[in-house]
């Protein structure tokens, strides 16, 4: 075998783990980040200043105590179910429609379209890291079509139920052609879709907010952001409380968004195209696929996927298009690769990633611990899933895993040796 | 005469496969000796346990009559072995004179820089010890592969090797190359020095080798002189049995065309030319034959005719339809069925199970899929129908295709592309790596498709592969198809004399009558 | 084959690069004969900017830390792995150079060496750290490289304004109130417009060296030669005796040496961090990458490239500070970014090491 074949073999291996391994690996790596999370948070911990010690190790006092942060973001998270320090335990308050989960299910909501937007490409071997940006200018066209077409409609339900789909269409359409860019320069110009990505990020928050700040400012506010829609263009909470900015809708949206990827992944002649680009380019060219048109037809997909996901945040959260738009996209990297790429892995990838976020509230007011603590954990939990060799060896070090037995019949060398 | 090499009941595994199974092997100092044995039996891994790659499972090596347990290649290099592998180890972008002294660059000013004047003359000077002609300042990626492989021989002796391995070093030379190397080797063993090398060529063993060791699924089958052993035993220890008739195919009168090819030319990877000029016709139950060293364009040949590849110039009709500039999926939708030379890369996603794989290049063929979405549960069938025709083991639909030997992984592309029901097979070293009884069952499936009046083009390195197949045979080299000759009345040394891109007596035949010398 | 084909090809490559520099040198010339011709004009303004010396002395301080970032990514990814980390390596020295000084104080001495050197150095040592778990997880663990990378970046992207918001209360730190300085050369710092190469920060000094250096233990030492195998036919450097990984662990960790120096300079020639949105870095280590792209992987190239978009940078710093044209400078600021996105999509076709991005195993019980 030559080195590259030898590579290959490799690599191929790493990408071949089961299902179950998969889910193992995420799994691992959640733990661990979250355990090296924990000593980050005990060596902040010295370095910030406190009145009293929150906890004590080895005679050495620290003000965070990482055990009490994840409690307590956990169950800020969830609405404060439990009664931390108090033997009682359950919070008799409790209510599940409450302020905590629907922020968790907000943030869940928007990741499940950035995740999906990057298990798209990433299932099609493009490292689309512009989601942010698709996001971003999706999310502007989304608000600017509803800024000028809302006059136009009866306002109430009817004009709500024909201005919202319109609005999220718009988004997906602006968001998969600037995701389009980078495929089209990959297919026709070889440029590495990594790189043309994130600077694709960097134009796209510039652009907008030029054009947010010089063409279509709110005259009343100070910050740069677009004039609110009015309330019946926008998607109100059902049963959850105002201020959580959740409308149980857009989830039921993302998680049919999630069939329907998945069907279009599995289920269809062009998935197989995009499936097989993904997995080994040169048979899918063999297989008859046009490599160039599932490249850009792919990042067109993941990119309406990420405009999707500006127009949700506009529509359900912001009610307007502001500048700082929150780093939805790199999170959906996160997720999705925590998924494994799979859309129906990235529900609960987006659930957990979307409590991480909701709980950091919660610790910073509770604890002190910055809420920033989210960003190293989401990098972290990216460089640990890939790792699926560390986990290996650390199985087959504590023997979890027999040697799977690889099938060779005709007696010769896995894969035949060629001559 | 002492012993260089003493190999000592040596076992290897590797997971799932007994790659070496108790193998003695002694070698003579000063002298030349070949590992014989078909593809997978096990020469390379023996090799590579000796030059410190892979350490045995079990047993001992012993060079110049020690024990000697090598960790790594630099133990064996230590002791004097050098491995000339099958890849070349080169660096492309580098010197000739950059890569012999690779690891051991000659330095100067307190060791911080390399010293490329001394290195320069050490090579000049050691190539000039054994008469071989080569220029240090020449970049790998310029010469050709008898050069190349001269610049890995010189690398071994750089490091003072006394004994060296070569693995095939005859499968990428033409038949003048491969002439040039045993004098080599006469040359090498003069001086004093070792050679094993690896083939599975009999003839080159015979040709070439003083003593001739054959292993056979990972074990010794026998060690014998050269001088005193003859064709059939050799054959006989190789295979195990009595070696089959080559294939014949019965004389066939061929209907009408269904490929021509006309002055094409292309280009490779790196826009260099790879193809030039090339013009031929297939026509039904016709089998057209590619003969030639690998390398020598026959790849962007079939990729231009498959659709994979765009050529520069020339056309391409396929059925009367011009296809130069067709996609390759309109292409496989009108008949073409292709069976790929590297399996791994083209014919197979490795990730995908054998369902997913059955339906590659049909993916959106009314067969399978119907409005865009795929019929799965015709596609399992489709894989386990062809699972059972092509005796694919194990018979597992559901498991990936990596998990499957090369040889089933074969067994399943051919199955694949044959039942696509073509009007033109193209195929590409369609037995490499599938063991004699695949082999027979595929050229029988062939000729059954000649038979039905098909048109096939067979690619092979495999000389007898394609002369005992083809109706008519082109040999390419260089880019160019030299001739076409019937393989029926055409003997193994004029094609090899193609191959090597020497046309016989090429102004007595071919030439035209001068212009007015007619009567 | 034949050598001449492959010659030609060269030839193509080459003047394809050089067809490249030319244009931007018409670019600059038009805007030359634009500015001489209607000298109050935009041209005229772009002309005076493109023309300063303070334009040529800005250019320098903001090319240092794409260079040496770009320096460390030719080492990385010459010794094959692919580190699109630098981003975050450039993140983590910038923070903790500043967080150290601070600390130590910014007006102490200890052994004789100031503070903010102290600093420098505690910023390219984490550099280092975070390189060597980059590559321990690509090496040892045969992660995904380009996965790996991303995860770098965003550790440091997260780390950074975490560590101040803890110490600080913000994302950002407090100024320091100092900086690295100038060093200044006597009289050779006076000549016009060049003399801002004599009257520089002390990292462009360093960067001037380090460019030079670099191609010289590249192209001139054994362990050059090793990382350029290493990268090319990684087998081929095995077989010889020389430990591929060692070479890519000494290759990565180069790299993160250099980011380091780069990154230190970033902010302490500020004196403060800043670490909002995507921090002070802003993809300077993206940039540093489509410059040794365009520089084909030699420091020199990298460093002209490097000094291009650093250049367009300081213009576009300058033509903000031009009134009445209107152009508002989130637009300009967009420039160095379609820039590079317009080169990539140029030079996309570059030759990468052939074995860069692929893990490496001898094969041994490992099939």
């Given at each position: 075998m030559s080195a590259t074949e030898n590579a290959k073999a490799v690599l191929r291996r790493l990408t071949a783990a089961s299902a179950t391994e998969r889910i193992l690996i995420s799994f691992a790596a959640l733990v661990l980040a979250v355990l090296v999370g924990a000593v980050i948070i005990l060596v902040s911990g010295r370095i910030t200043t406190c009145q009293t010690a929150a906890t004590t190790l080895f005679g050495t006092g620290f003000c965070y105590d990482p055990v009490e942060v994840y409690l307590v973001l956990f169950n800020g998270a969830l609405g404060e179910p439990f009664l931390l320090n108090d033997p009682a335990l359950f919070n008799p308050g409790w209510n599940p429609l409450n302020f905590g989960l629907a922020l968790t299910l907000k943030e869940t909501t928007l990741l499940i379209f950035t995740g999906l937007s990057v298990a798209v490409s990433f299932r099609a071997g493009l490292f689309n890291i512009g989601t942010q940006g698709q996001l971003v200018l999706g999310g502007l066209a989304t608000a600017l079509f509803s800024f000028f077409v809302a006059p136009a409609l009866p306002s109430g339900l009817v004009g709500g139920l024909v201005l919202i789909p319109l609005a999220v269409i718009v988004g997906a359409l602006v968001g998969g052609l600037y995701g389009a860019i980078p495929g089209a320069l990959k297919a026709y110009a070889d440029a590495n879709e990594v790189i043309t990505t994130i600077m694709l990020n960097f134009i796209a928050a510039q652009i907008a907010f030029v054009l947010v700040s010089e063409f279509f400012s709110n005259p009343d506010s100070q910050v740069v952001e677009t004039t609110p829609l009015p309330g019946w263009a926008t998607l109100l909470p059902v049963a959850f409380p105002q201020g959580g900015d959740f409308s149980i809708l857009a989830l039921a949206f993302g998680l049919a968004l999630v069939v329907g990827v998945w069907f279009l992944l599995e289920q269809t002649s062009f998935g197989y195209d995009l499936r097989t680009s993904g997995e080994q380019p040169e048979a899918a060219e063999y297989g008859g696929v046009d490599a160039k048109r599932t490249t850009v037809t792919s990042m067109f997909l993941s990119g309406a996927l990420g405009g999707m996901g500006g127009a949700i945040w506009v529509l359900m959260v912001m009610g307007k298009w502001q500048a700082g738009v929150p780093a939805l996209g790199f999170d959906g990297i996160t997720v999705s690769i925590l998924a494994g790429n799979n859309p129906f892995g990235v529900v609960p990838a987006a659930l957990l990633f979307g409590t991480l976020k909701s709980g950091s509230l919660a610790v910073q007011f509770g604890t002190g611990v910055p809420k920033q603590l989210v960003g190293v954990l989401r990098g972290l939990i990216i460089l640990f899933v890939a790792m699926p060799e560390f986990f290996r060896m650390l199985g087959s070090a504590i023997d979890l895993e027999p040697d799977r037995e690889t099938v060779a019949t005709d007696g010769g060398a896995l894969g035949g040796d060629d001559e | 005469m002492s012993t260089a090499v003493h190999l000592d009941e040596i076992t290897k595994r590797f997971p799932g496969v007994v790659a070496n199974d108790d193998v003695d092997l002694t070698v003579e100092r000063g002298t030349v000796h070949a590992l014989l044995g078909e593809n997978g039996a096990g020469k390379t891994t023996l090799m590579n346990i000796l030059y410190g790659l892979y350490e045995p499972t079990e047993g001992t090596v012993h060079v110049d009559g020690r024990a000697r347990d090598f960790d790594s290649p630099a133990d064996a290099i230590d002791a004097g072995i050098g491995m000339i592998h099958q890849h070349f180890m080169l660096v492309d972008p580098m010197t000739v004179a950059e890569n012999i002294v690779l690891g051991n660059e000659p330095r100067k000013w307190f060791g911080t820089t390399v010293d490329r004047e001394r290195a320069r003359q050490e090579v000049i000077d050691l190539s000039n010890r054994y008469g071989f002609d080569v220029d240090p300042d020449d970049a790998i990626e310029d010469v050709s592969v008898g050069v190349q492989q001269r610049v890995e021989i010189l690398k071994a002796l750089y490091r003072g090797a006394d004994i060296l391995i070569l693995d095939e070093?005859?499968?990428?030379?033409?038949p003048q190359e491969v002439e040039e190397l045993f004098r080599v080797f006469e040359e090498l063993t003069a001086q004093g020095k070792t050679i094993i090398f690896i083939s599975h060529k009999l003839g080159e063993a015979m040709h070439a080798a003083d003593d001739i060791t054959v292993l056979r699924n990972g074990k010794n089958v026998g060690t014998v002189k050269a001088d005193e052993t003859s064709n059939e035993e050799l054959a006989e220890l190789m295979v195990g049995r009595e070696v089959l008739l080559e294939p014949k195919a019965e004389p066939q009168e061929p209907g009408d065309e269904v490929l021509a090819v006309r002055n094409l030319s292309a280009e490779d990877n790196r826009g260099i030319p790879a193809v030039s000029d090339v013009s031929f016709d297939i026509r039904e139950g016709e089998v057209f034959g590619v003969a030639g060293v690998d390398g020598n364009g026959q790849s962007q040949l079939v990729e231009a005719i498959t659709g994979l590849r765009t050529p520069t110039e020339g056309s391409i009709s396929y059925k009367g339809r011009d296809v130069t500039d067709a996609s390759r999926r309109s292409r496989i939708d009108d008949g073409m069925a292709y069976i790929p030379e590297d399996r791994h890369e083209r014919g197979l996603v490795m990730d995908f199970d054998l369902v997913q794989n059955g339906i590659l290049g049909s993916q959106h063929s009314p067969t399978f899929a119907a409005d865009g979405r795929i019929h799965w549960s015709d596609a399992r069938d489709h894989a386990e129908r062809i699972i059972d025709e092509y005796d694919v083991r194990p018979p597992h639909a559901d498991a990936d295709a990596e998990s499957f030997s090369g040889g089933n992984q074969q067994k399943f592309i051919v199955g694949r592309e044959f039942e696509r029901e073509p009007d033109l097979v193209v195929a590409t070293h369609p037995t490499r790596g599938v063991d004699i009884g695949a082999m027979e069952f595929i050229h029988e499936r062939l000729l059954d498709l000649r038979a039905e009046g098909k048109a096939v083009l067979l690619v092979s390195s495999k000389l007898d592969e394609v002369q005992g197949l083809s109706d008519r045979l082109g040999v390419m080299h260089d880019g160019e198809l030299m001739d076409i000759v019937d393989p029926r009345n055409t003997t193994e040394e004029e094609i090899g004399l193609l191959m090597a891109g020497e046309r016989p007596d090429a102004d007595a035949t071919d030439a035209e009558p001068p212009v007015g010398d007619a009567k | 084959m034949s050598t001449t084909t492959i010659d030609r090809l060269r030839d193509t490559e080459l003047s394809y690069r050089a067809t490249l520099a030319g244009g931007a040198l018409s670019v600059f010339l038009l805007i030359a004969l634009l500015g001489l011709a209607f000298p109050s004009s935009i041209w005229g303004n772009l002309l005076a900017i493109l023309t300063s010396r303070s334009t040529l002395s800005s250019a320098l301080r903001l090319s240092v830390p794409i260079t040496f970032a770009a320096l460390g990514g030719i080492f990385s990814e010459k010794a094959g792995v692919v580190n699109i980390g630098l981003e975050g390596l450039l993140i983590i020295s910038a923070f903790t150079a500043v967080i150290t000084t601070a600390v130590v104080g910014p007006e102490m001495t200890v052994v004789g060496l100031p503070a903010i050197w102290i600093g420098f150095f505690a910023g390219v040592l984490s550099s280092v750290l975070f390189s060597a778990l980059f590559a321990v997880v690509c090496i040892r663990f045969k992660a995904d490289q380009i996965i790996a990378g991303l995860a770098v970046w965003l550790i440091a992207l997260g780390l950074a304004p975490f560590a101040a918001t803890v110490y600080y209360g913000g994302v950002n730190t407090d100024n320091l109130g100092t900086t690295l300085g100038t060093w200044t050369v006597p009289v050779l710092s006076d000549i016009p417009f060049f003399g801002a190469l004599f009257d520089a920060d002390p990292a462009v000094y360093m960067m001037l060296v380090a460019v030079p250096a670099s191609w010289y233990v590249l192209n001139r030492t054994a362990f050059g030669r090793h990382v350029r195998a290493s990268g090319e036919n990684p087998k081929a450097l095995d077989t010889v005796g020389v430990d591929v990984s060692r070479v890519r662990y000494a290759g990565v960790l180069l790299s993160g040496f250099l980011a380091g120096i780069g990154g230190s300079a970033l902010s302490l020639g500020l004196g403060q961090f800043v670490g909002n949105n995507q921090t002070m870095v802003n993809g300077k280590g993206f940039i540093a990458i489509v410059a040794f792209l365009f520089g084909n992987y030699n420091p020199v190239g990298a460093f002209g490239a490097s000094f291009l978009f650093a250049g367009l940078e300081a213009a576009q710093i300058r033509l903000q500070q031009v009134p009445g044209y209107g152009v508002p400078d989130s637009l300009i600021q967009t420039i160095p970014y379609v820039t590079v996105l317009v080169v990539l999509a140029l030079v996309g076709r570059t030759r990468i090491p052939a074995a860069s991005g692929e893990h490496y195993d001898t094969g041994d019980d490992n099939r």
């Open positions: - | 070093p005859t499968a990428v030379l033409t | -």
